[in-house]
């Protein structure tokens, strides 16, 4: 007979040191921007050093809203709300007791993610 339940093997240790990298870059990138905020560049090379050096200030500001750290936020909480919608789905097709607590934490998350 073959094996009628789905097995997905998930290595715990690559995501942990993916996201942690992630959160280093972009911690870094931020406080990057703010030494360059509030000390400023020695030396501007012209009209585009500066706009990426203004890019690079607004766009990975941590205490900002609308830049690259909170859309990492909100793709963060929607990948969680689309896992938690398939183990729901998983646990509907099992007749699981708790099958509308998983559909109601995966809405939880999908809102917060907007």
Known sequence: MTNQN???TINSKKI???LLGIIIILVGLSIW???IRYF???D???AWH???IDQLMQNFYMDAEGNIPTFTNALLLFVSSQILLLIGFWKFS???KFRFHWIGLS???LFLSI
């Open 40 to 42: 400023g560049v020695a």
């Open 16 to 18: 942990l040191f993916s």
């Open 107 to 109: 809405l939880i998350f």
């Open 50 to 52: 500066e706009f990426l």
């Open 94 to 96: 099992a007749k699981d």
């Open 6 to 8: 789905p097995v997905i």
């Open 33 to 35: 921007g703010q030494r």
């Open 44 to 46: 501007i090379r012209g």
